[in-house]
Each structure stands twice: as C-alpha cells, then as structure tokens.
C-alpha cells in the first residue's frame, strides 16, 4: 500500500510543484509585498498599510480605473450570458448543418483572448476600418470609435462578448439535458414557446447560468490583452482597466509593492462579488431535487 501511495504521489507531483512554485507562492509573496516599497532592484522597504492608504486615499488613477473596470465587467457579463443562451437556444434545434454553426460560433472563444484577434479587431474598427466603411457605403458618417471615450469601450466591450463560446457550449449541454417531456406537458396545457423558455427553461438553467456567471465574471475583471493592444487603456483612461494598471505600475515604474496592493484589492473585490453571488444563489438557482416553492 505504501508503494501505491509513493506512486500516486509521484503521478501528482508536477502539478504539486506547479501549485506551490508558479501560484502558492507567488500569491503569499504578493501579498508580503503589497505592504512594501519595492523596486526590483533593492530590498523590499516594509511600509504596513501606506500603499493601501495611498490607494484610497490619493490616486485619482485607482478610482478612475476602479470606475471603468466596474462598468465594464457588470456590461459585459450580462450581454455575454444573454447572447451566449440566446445562440445556445438556437443551435439547440435539430437542423440540417447544425454542428457546422455549432463549430463556427465556438471559434471566437478559442482565438479572441489571442494578439493576433486584437490586433485584427483594431483594424476593424479602424478609421478606413471594415465598420466605417460599411457605415459610409450606407450612407451614415465614419465613427470615430478609438478617439471617443465611450465608443472605446464599447468596442473592447462588443470584443468580450464576441468571445461567448465556451459560455454557449454549456449551456447547450444543458439545454439538451433537460427532458423534453416537460415542454409535450406544457404545450398540451396551451403554453407558448415562450411561456415554455421562461417558466421551464429558465429555471432548470439557474445551475449553469451560475455557474457561467462566476466564471466570466472572475474572467472580465482580469481582462487585459483586448484594452492593452486596441486602445493601450486610452483615450483618457476610458479603457483603462484594473490589469492595466496593474501591469504599468509593475513593469513600467517597477513599483512591485504598489503593483501588488492592486492586485490585492482586485482580488478582493472579485472574492466579494463571488460571496454575493453565492449568497443570492440560494433564493434564484433551481438544483435538481429542490423542494423550494
């Protein structure tokens, strides 16, 4: 027994090693250094809560940032899981195709977090882009959709919601588990299709929608790759998320101490959200089984 166990322990160390080098341990070291004055190239200065107090206190960048990560994330979410089962609803029905659309609306979801996608969306959106010229051959005027604070994040915006692929696989995989005598039973009482997605579909999909909802939620507040290579978090910090900052406070005024109480105070904002989301999961999610009235 004691060799099966050394041997198990053998198949989990890499992922062991992994946890403890590559996340355990740079989550503590994080969070020691948040409370220090660290420029890479000294020891770190123990400094207590002085960067939290001149988080809150003084930097007009973290509260505009803070600001712009919140609208962003609580318009991007919604509009991403509504979409995302919306197309599920759809690519639902047995059509000839459907695994071809199933497929093609999947695809965004593996490259649009790449470069190479953020890139092609800049050109996009571009000026001479493909969208103000399709604009302009229907006659309406070319947007300005980079210089202007609200088009700018309303583009990294629509790019977030174009990634709603893996959110619509599982509710797919939910929807063609749900039994389908349920709806035969409400259409013999006379309810509409309608009637039949908000009173049975809905409910039976509280599980997943919950599920979805964390995970992009956790997802969108660590967004960075869309907003750093379209807009660079401009024009006027518009699109200057919390990551952002994160990033030019590490690896462009190698503040680390400054850098890591930010990402301590993202982290416990998304900690926060979670537990609300967990809290409120008892009075609207439906599992299986589930006596509630």
């Known amino acids: 027994m004691t060799a099966r166990r050394l041997l198990g322990l053998g198949y989990l160390a890499p992922y062991i090693v992994g946890l403890l080098v590559f996340t355990l341990v740079p989550f503590l070291a994080s969070l020691y250094l948040s409370f220090t004055d660290y420029n890479l190239m000294s020891a770190p200065v123990w400094t207590g809560l002085q960067n939290y107090f001149d988080l809150f206190t003084s930097d007009r960048t973290f509260r505009r940032s803070l600001t712009v990560t919140l609208i962003y994330v609580f318009t991007t979410v919604p509009l991403k899981l509504a979409f995302a089962l919306?197309?599920?609803?759809?690519?639902?029905?047995?059509?000839?195709?459907?695994?071809?659309?199933?497929?093609?609306?999947?695809?965004?979801?593996?490259?649009?977090?790449?470069?190479?996608i953020a890139v092609l969306w800049r050109y996009i959106f571009a000026t001479d882009g493909l969208v103000n010229?399709?604009?302009?051959?229907?006659?309406?005027?070319?947007?300005?959709?980079?210089?202007?604070?609200?088009?700018?994040?309303?583009?990294?915006?629509?790019?977030?919601?174009?990634?709603?692929?893996?959110?619509?696989v599982i509710f797919l995989a939910a929807l063609q588990s749900i039994d389908k005598s349920l709806y035969e039973a409400a259409a013999i009482d006379g309810a509409s299709k309608l009637h039949s997605f908000i009173f049975i579909t809905i409910p039976l999909l509280t599980p997943v929608i919950f599920f979805n909802l964390i995970m992009q939620m956790v997802q969108a507040f660590q967004e960075f790759n869309g907003p750093y290579i379209i807009t660079g978090g401009g024009p006027l910090k518009s699109t200057y998320l919390l990551p952002l900052y994160i990033y030019d406070e590490a690896f462009k005024r190698f503040d680390m101490g400054y850098a890591s109480a930010i990402a301590w105070v993202l982290f416990v904002i998304i900690m926060m959200l979670t537990l609300v989301a967990f809290w409120s999961s008892k009075k609207w999610v439906f599992y299986a089984g589930d006596k509630r009235s």
């Open 133 to 168: 010229m399709g604009l302009t051959s229907m006659g309406f005027e070319a947007v300005n959709w980079f210089g202007d604070p609200g088009n700018a994040l309303f583009t990294i915006t629509l790019l977030r919601c174009w990634q709603f692929g893996s959110a619509m």
């Open 86 to 116: 919306f197309i599920a609803y759809i690519l639902n029905y047995r059509l000839r195709g459907i695994n071809f659309f199933r497929t093609a609306f999947y695809v965004p979801s593996i490259l649009g977090g790449s470069i190479a």
